[in-house]
Each structure stands twice: as C-alpha cells, then as structure tokens.
C-alpha cells in the first residue's frame, strides 16, 4: 500500500514535471523566436493600403528607417452627381517618390447603364495603368451608394461590370476590394468599447443602421463572396480582412473556398485584438502567404496649411500607430489596441517577411 501510494505520487510529479516542461519549452520557443526591435526594423515592409495624398518633409526618412514603401489608394466618392476622386495627387506624390510609393487607381459604377460606361471606364484604366498604377480598388459604393438608372443598388457581382474584370485578368492587375463595412455599421451603437464605435459616432453618413434603404450586410457580402467565385482568375486582396474581421472564422472559410483570395489588415486591427490571441496567432500562421500589411493611414490635408507643432505631433503619432501595429505582431507583450486589451502575436521571422512584403512582391512578379 504505501509503495503503491508513493508509485502514484512519484507518478503524479513525474506527469506534473513533464507539463510544465512542455509549457516552459513552449514559451521558450516562442521567446526565442520573437524578432528583435533591429530585425524588425531591417524586415522589408510595404503598406500596401495607405492614402498619403499630400507629401510631408518628414515621410521620406520615416519611411527609410523602417525600410517600408507603401501603396497611394486612391477612392472615388460620390457626392450628389458628381465623384470625387484623388488620383492627381497621388500621381504628383508618387512621381515624387517613385522609390517609396506605390500607385493604386478606382474606378465607381456610376453610369453603368451608359453605352460608353465599359469603354470609358477601361479607357481611364488603361491611362492610370500607364501612368503607374498597378492595383485598382473597389470601394464600399459599390453596394452602399451607387444606383443604376432604375434605382437599384448596384452590387459587385453586377454581371454588367464583367468586361472590367475581364481587362483586369487580361493585364494581371491586383483589385484591392473595400466591399461592405464591419458588420458594426448595420448594428446599433451600444457598446463604447466596440473598435468601430468612434468611428460611427463621428461619421454617422456611413452608418448603415441609419439608412434602411441600404441592403443588408448579408446582401453586400453575399454578392461580394459571389464576385470572387466568379471571377476565379482576379486577384483580390480584400481590404480590411473582408470585412468580417471581427470573426476569423468567417475569413478561413473564405479563404479555403476561393484561391484567389487574400485578405490585407488595415484598421482592422482592433477587431483581431478583441479575439484570443493564441487563435488568431494560429490563424496568421496557416494563412502566412495570404495575408498582407495595410494600415490605412494616410495624410488628409496639404502641408503648407498645417503649422510646424501640428507636424511634428502629426509624425509622433504616426510613429506611434506603426509601432503600436508592429508591437502586435512581432511581440509576446500585454498591450491595448484600440480600446481593446490583448497580447501580442509574436509572430516569427518568416511569416512577418510574408505578410510586410513576400505576399505583395508576389502579386508584382504575376501582374506588372
Ligand atoms: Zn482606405
């Protein structure tokens, strides 16, 4: 008996010891896979969603010190009949500084029942093209604004926008496709701690929840999943992790079901800090060569109109989202983000390499 109960002890150590090992080495391998702040500022990174409209004197040395370029997105919005678009400047600002920037062009479907709408529109694509863009967006007015002459809301799996994807394929453009919003805009504002709540409270034009007559998010993202079916040969990196960044879930499905799809993290980040860590870690592990670095950011206004303390506040912050974003990606830490409290990633070397530019660079050698 008592050799029997010290054999049960002496097991129950001996298992305890085993698992805290395992643990122990766990963590270890993790803490040793962690890369360093030096290794993270050598990574080569690109933003590939980033709408520096106007130049800044400070941006060409920050961009250098972390060894970043980034992609000027233009977006064209519509105000009233007419369309607001971008494009100019950020061919001036990437004329300026080719070895920093890349150029991404748009295009909306407004006047997709004119006999000329392909023509002119795939002209206009055609001259960007030439001029440097090699991407084109899609915004969330295809879906959310945009009407055809009956007044139908005109989503992107339009069979009438083919010819367009079409001369896509054909010229192995990327489409960077902000279709839809976080489910959050179709919701009430409730919850203050919601990553997208500020964002709704100052900007309730885009708050769906508002407007009935806006189809439902069910609708949009179903003709949007239905766009990337059809069109097996484009490819789309859809911006803001699809628009369903708040359930990863949702996203590996939809990632297992089209090849052609990959999924860029711009302001996103906050719904990710709200699942668990581990899991999402997990998730940018099995889907390295399909995730790609966005931020989003951007400078609204041109230079000469802010005062030099604006400026420099203006580039410590920017310092300091980056940062933040690479913290959670490359650090084991406890952090917030975006209101929300998380740990970081720690995602290792070669995934990080994937995701700030292998998977961009890629899309580059298979289009232009
Ligand atoms: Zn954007």
Redesign the pocket.
């Given at each position: 008996m008592i050799f029997f109960i010290g054999f049960r002890e002496l097991f129950y150590q001996i298992w305890l010891l085993l698992f805290f090992c395992l643990i122990g080495c766990q963590q270890a391998k993790v803490s040793s896979n962690l890369v360093s702040e030096e290794d993270l500022k050598q990574l080569r990174k690109i933003d590939v969603?980033?709408?520096y409209k106007y130049p800044r004197s400070y941006l060409p040395n920050f961009f250098k010190r972390w060894n970043m370029k980034a992609m000027l997105?233009d977006?064209a919005i519509e105000q009233g009949d007419s369309i607001v678009k971008n494009f100019d400047n950020y061919l001036t600002h990437y004329e300026l500084l080719p070895e920093l920037f890349y150029l991404c062009t748009t295009f909306t479907a407004k006047g997709i029942d004119s006999p000329d709408y392909i023509d002119k529109t795939i002209a206009q694509l055609k001259s960007n093209i030439a001029q440097g863009a090699r991407m084109v967006?899609v915004?969330k007015n295809f879906g959310m604004v945009t009407k055809d002459s009956k007044g139908n809301y005109i989503q992107i799996d339009d069979q009438r926008l083919n010819p367009i994807w079409d001369f896509l394929v054909e010229n192995k453009i990327t489409v960077l496709a902000?279709i839809a919003d976080p489910e959050q805009a179709w919701r009430p504002l409730e919850d203050p701690n919601n990553p997208h709540y500020n964002y709704y409270k100052s900007n309730p034009q885009y708050h769906a929840y508002n407007f009935p007559e806006i189809p439902s998010y069910e609708t949009i993202i179903g003709a949007r999943d239905q766009w990337v079916k059809n069109n097996p040969d484009l490819k789309i990196i859809a911006?803001?992790i699809l628009s369903m960044s708040n359930d990863i879930d949702a996203v590996a499905q939809r990632l297992e079901a089209y090849p052609n799809l990959s999924v860029e993290l711009?302001?996103r980040f906050g719904d990710l800090a709200m699942q668990d860590s581990e899991k999402v870690r997990i998730f940018f592990d099995k889907y390295q060569d399909r995730i790609l670095f966005g931020t989003?950011y951007?400078t609204g206004e041109a230079e000469y109109q802010k005062s030099s303390e604006a400026l420099l506040a203006e580039a410590k912050n920017l310092e300091e989202r980056y940062q933040l974003l690479f913290d959670y990606l490359t650090k084991q830490d406890s952090m917030v983000l975006r209101k929300q409290q998380t740990k970081g990633l720690a995602l290792s070397k070669s995934v990080l390499e994937k995701i700030f530019s292998k998977n961009y660079l890629k899309f580059l050698t298979r289009s232009n």
């Open positions: 969603h980033a709408h997105v977006v967006k915004w902000h911006a803001h711009g302001a989003d951007g």
